[in-house]
Nanobody
Framework: QVQLVESGGGLVQPGGSLRLSCAASGSIFSINAMGWYRQAPGKQRELVAS???????KYADSVKGRFTISRDNTKITVYLQMTSLTPEDTAVYFC???????????????WGQGTQVTVSS
């Protein structure tokens, strides 16, 4: 199977920055995409940013220009650099990897355990 380990969350003041990391390991044959979602209290989980393998990066409108997603394929790690944070960015952030574990398998979604990001003064 695929394991995802996230790090980098925490408490930050409005206008501050944080960098999230998510390292994937396990029986990975190929990765279709890596990305980040978030879920605020009382709200549905939403896409923050996604980086398909060989495709165009996608961002939620609310984070465009402030967040940057990147990948290190040698380390199978995805990052989310967050700047100009506002209280509306407060949420649990989840790493997501869409991957195959075998050549003929379907692509499955794998999720990290979530990391809390709190933006408050």
């Amino acid at each position: 199977q695929v394991q995802l380990v996230e790090s980098g969350g925490g408490l930050v003041q409005p206008g501050g920055s944080l960098r999230l990391s998510c390292a994937a390991s396990g029986s990975i044959f190929s990765i279709n995409a890596m990305g980040w979602y978030r879920q605020a209290p009382g709200k549905q989980r939403e896409l923050v940013a996604s980086m398909p393998s060989g495709g165009s990066t996608k961002y939620a409108d609310s984070v465009k220009g402030r967040f940057t997603i990147s990948r290190d394929n040698t380390k199978i790690t995805v990052y989310l650099q967050m700047t100009s944070l506002t209280p509306e960015d407060t949420a649990v952030y989840f790493c997501n990897v869409k991957a195959r574990t075998r050549p003929n398998n379907l692509i499955y979604d794998y999720w990290g355990q979530g990391t809390q990001v709190t933006v408050s003064s």
